[in-house]
């Protein structure tokens, strides 16, 4: 069964510092992964989409990575601003026959002005 | 296209109660998806829809709850004789599959609170 952990849990940093996001999967056997933003009781948000034969994706200050044989992923944010105040959540789509999408628990991020 | 839309944003029943949560996905999408999500944890898949046929389930969709997908198009979740476990957020995603890639977009939730 695929298992998905974030580390940290929460995390606040000055505005203007570039941050690293982390998470890390059991099965290696993955479709995609995925980075989505949540705001206080709101739906998700996609962020970036990383198919398993690729190693990273970029929009705008937003990077990441994904090493499928170690079973990391990361979310890099460079020159943070308050507005990237949010829980920032990973999900990973296993290979096979499974359809879902498998979530971390998130990392809360509060970036202060 | 406005994306993935769900109605009612918030409900609030008393605890016995029935209650019905509405998605309509992106028009073009033949996948849907149902995950409840708790305070402080990530979504859990509870249900899938390729057009109209429900092809997987998890084991916490329990007998009380009900999905539907007709004519492939929006789907409905019904929950039976609400307990108070039941509340949380329900989101609704739905995705395409283009060039090899699926992307899951998921809609604004529905807060239920059962009291």
């Known amino acids: 069964k695929q298992e998905v952990t974030q580390i940290p849990a929460a995390l606040s940093v000055p505005e203007g510092e570039n941050l690293v996001l982390n998470c890390s999967f059991t099965?290696?056997?993955?479709?995609?992964l995925q980075w989505f933003r949540q705001d206080p009781g709101k739906g998700l948000t996609s962020l970036l989409l990383?198919?398993?034969?690729?190693r990273e994706q970029t929009s705008g200050r937003l990077n990441a990575s994904l090493d499928k044989s170690s079973g990391r992923s990361t979310l890099y944010i460079a020159a943070s601003q308050p507005g990237d105040s949010a829980t920032y959540l990973c999900a990973v789509k296993s290979s096979g026959s499974a359809r879902q999408l498998t979530f971390g628990s998130g990392t809360q991020l509060t970036v202060l002005p | 296209d406005t994306g993935v839309s769900q109605n009612p944003r918030h409900k609030i029943t008393k605890r016995g109660q029935n209650v019905t949560f509405r998605c309509d996905p992106i028009?073009?999408?033949?996948?849907l998806y149902w995950y409840r999500q708790t305070l402080g944890q990530g979504p859990e898949f509870l249900t899938y829809?390729?057009?109209?046929?429900?092809?997987?389930k998890s084991r916490l969709l329990s007998d009380r709850f009900s999905a539907e997908r007709p004519k492939g198009s929006f789907s409905t979740l019904e929950i039976q004789r609400t307990e108070q476990g039941d509340s949380a957020m329900y989101l609704c995603a739905s995705a395409t599959e283009r060039q090899y890639r699926t992307e899951a977009f998921f809609g604004q939730g529905t807060r239920l609170t059962v009291v």
């Open positions: 829809f390729q057009n109209e046929a429900q092809l997987e």
């Open positions: 028009s073009e999408h033949n996948r």
């Open positions: 990383i198919q398993s034969s690729q």
């Open positions: 099965d290696s056997a993955i479709y995609n």
